[in-house]
């Protein structure tokens, strides 16, 4: 009797908790969703200039891989370095050289496996053709054909045969790890000021409530600065993750990021009663921030999920960090990407000084 009290009681409370309902019943389905468009987004097929292949061979690879004849091998680098194309072949008997740009490894793989496919149906078609040969010179008592063993070599622009899997990501895993506990630490820190009356307080003052969002700013951020010289000092150092370009901009980029995590967090924390509300942004604000930002290849994704993927800070840094950390670019070409992330600060923290109005009561 006592426990089905209890039960209804609980029925109750979580019937009228909207959000709660919410991460119940409709955030799993929407991760299960974004899960499935994603995983079904992988790069499939790649498109591969080619130059002086031979016949046999462009047909085999042709059956693996788009392909755009090319007579230029500096044009087509240069193509394969704006990411324009995936792969660039060229023939010189008996090497086959691919040249990749090697900032993405799902990339890399695909145009691995459709050349080693394409190679072996070449060798096949080879040695059926030199058996037949061999065939009609017995006959003819003529001299013995040979197969020539085809080599092939693949050429990285940025990175190595060597980078291994956690060196492609290692960037994107750093930029994540900054943003995630930025966001958890700064929303739990300001709600307990929400809580504990402090901020009620600080409200009741002549203060300004821009002056209020700058101060909790610019003191969470001396820790922010902290975390993210540690996460990103830890990795480079440590861990001894490849970094192509300058660790001073790197930082920058990471900085930006926890700046913008940090307004996120104190934003949303103004919507949480407690820290198990603020918990409950996680799945919409978190998750498909992982799935967007480039851990997993979005080349075969819907046009909707790329413009979805534009609405997330994550998505910016992790383009930010790849030329950087990988490609060994400059500020020339990440000023877009810093833009970005400035903007979302100054978005969030003027979003923070209107939802603190709701608090000011004087």
Not at 38 to 55: C, G, H
Not at 295 to 303: K, N, V
Request: charged letters at 15%; one cysteine or more.
């Amino acid at each position: 009797m006592h426990s089905r009290i209890i039960a209804g009681r609980v029925v109750r409370q979580i019937l009228k908790d909207r959000r709660t309902l919410a991460l119940m019943f409709i955030a799993p389905l929407m991760v299960i969703f974004l899960l499935y468009t994603v995983f079904n987004s992988a790069a499939t097929s790649v498109t591969i200039e080619t130059i002086a292949l031979p016949d046999m061979l462009q047909t085999a690879l042709s059956e693996q891989s788009d392909l755009l004849p090319s007579t230029d091998l500096n044009a087509s680098l240069e193509r394969l370095k704006a990411r324009e194309i995936d792969g660039v072949a060229i023939y010189s008997e008996p090497k086959l050289t691919v040249y990749v740009e090697g900032s993405e490894a799902s990339v890399v793989t695909a145009v691995r496996k459709a050349v080693t496919t394409a190679v072996a149906a070449f060798t096949t078609a080879q040695t059926r053709e030199a058996l037949q040969k061999f065939t009609a010179a017995s006959r003819a008592n003529s001299a013995a054909v040979s197969v020539v063993q085809t080599v092939v070599s693949l050429q990285f622009l940025n990175g190595s045969e060597d980078t291994t899997g956690f060196n492609h990501i290692a960037h994107l895993l750093m930029g994540f790890f900054i943003f995630f506990f930025v966001f958890i630490i700064a929303g739990v820190a300001f709600l307990r000021e929400r809580t504990s009356g402090t901020l009620e307080r600080l409200l009741a003052t002549p203060i300004r409530r821009y002056q209020i969002v700058l101060g909790y700013f610019g003191g969470f951020g001396v820790f922010v600065f902290l975390q993210t010289l540690l996460i990103q000092a830890y990795m480079v150092g440590v861990l001894g993750v490849p970094l192509e370009g300058d660790f001073a901009l790197v930082m920058l980029i990471n900085l930006l990021l926890a700046a913008g995590s940090l307004a996120l967090g104190t934003l949303l924390s103004a919507f949480a009663r407690n820290e198990l509300q603020l918990f409950q942004f996680i799945p919409i604000v978190i998750v498909p921030q992982v799935l967007f930002c480039g851990l997993f290849s979005l080349r075969g994704a819907p046009e909707w999920v790329v413009w979805l993927s534009k609405a997330f800070p994550l998505t910016y840094a992790a383009s930010a960090l790849t030329d950087v950390a990988i490609r060994g670019q400059g500020i020339a070409t990440l000023w877009p990407d810093l833009l970005a992330l400035s903007g979302y600060i100054v978005v969030f923290l003027i979003l923070n000084t209107v939802v603190l109005k709701k608090y000011r009561t004087i």
